[in-house]
Structure formats: structure tokens, C-alpha cells
């Protein structure tokens, strides 16, 4: 069973840092794309940031300049790093990655979610 943990989320002041990380376990032959989106209340969800297994990245408008996704392929883990945080950041931030759990081919997977809020 492939589960995705994320942890990093908290409370924090507007301007200020933070580091979501997301780890991959269970049964796994390949991971390929990774990534965040982020779901604030009443909005659907939206893409914040992808990496591809070879590090081509991918970034909101919105984020751009202020976040920086990376992984390492070697604890099978996809990281966030948040700067300049603003209010409208707050929302709850999945993640997502493309995993060859079977050895033929790859399902998608969500993590259960952490919540980021930034107070003004």
C-alpha cells in the first residue's frame, strides 16, 4: 500500500518561511512527477508546484519567486519550501506524486493534507 505523508505545515506570520516535506512508503518501483497543490476554504484545489524525476519543475503564477520545490529521489521524498508568506497562502496543501507501485505501470496518489495558515 503507497502512502504519502506530509508534515511542515503550521501557523505562521505573514513574511515568513516554511518548509512542507511529503515522504513516499510501501511497495514502490518508480516515482515520477511529484508535487503540491493547495486548497484554500470554498476554492477548488490548485496546482502550486511539480518536479519531474528529473527535476524539470513547474510553478504557479502565483507562487513563483517565492516557493521552491525539490525532491530527493533517494528517500523517496518531494519538499516545499515557502518564503514570503502571504495570507492568501493559507489553505490546506496536498501531495501529490505518480507512482509505479506494480513494476507495470503508475497510479496517482494524495496525501491526506496539511494545513498552512499565515496570519496578517
Known amino acids: 500500500q503507497v502512502q504519502l505523508v506530509e508534515s511542515g505545515g503550521g501557523l505562521v506570520q505573514a513574511g515568513g518561511s516554511l518548509r512542507l516535506s511529503c515522504a513516499a512508503s510501501?511497495?514502490?518501483?518508480?516515482?515520477?512527477?511529484m508535487g503540491w497543490y493547495r486548497q484554500a476554504p470554498g476554492k477548488q484545489r490548485e496546482l502550486v508546484a511539480t518536479?519531474?524525476?528529473?527535476?524539470?519543475?513547474n510553478y504557479a503564477d502565483s507562487v513563483k519567486g517565492r516557493c521552491t520545490i525539490s525532491r530527493d529521489n533517494a528517500k523517496r521524498t518531494v519538499y516545499l519550501q515557502m518564503n514570503s508568506l502571504k495570507p492568501e497562502d493559507t489553505a490546506v496543501y496536498y501531495c501529490?506524486?505518480?507512482?509505479?507501485?506494480?513494476?507495470?505501470?503508475?497510479?496517482?496518489?494524495w496525501g491526506q493534507g496539511t494545513q498552512v495558515t499565515v496570519s496578517s
Open positions: 501529490n506524486a505518480d507512482i509505479d507501485a506494480a513494476g507495470w505501470r503508475s497510479n496517482n496518489y
Open positions: 510501501g511497495r514502490i518501483f518508480s516515482i515520477y512527477s
Open positions: 518536479i519531474t524525476s528529473g527535476g524539470t519543475t
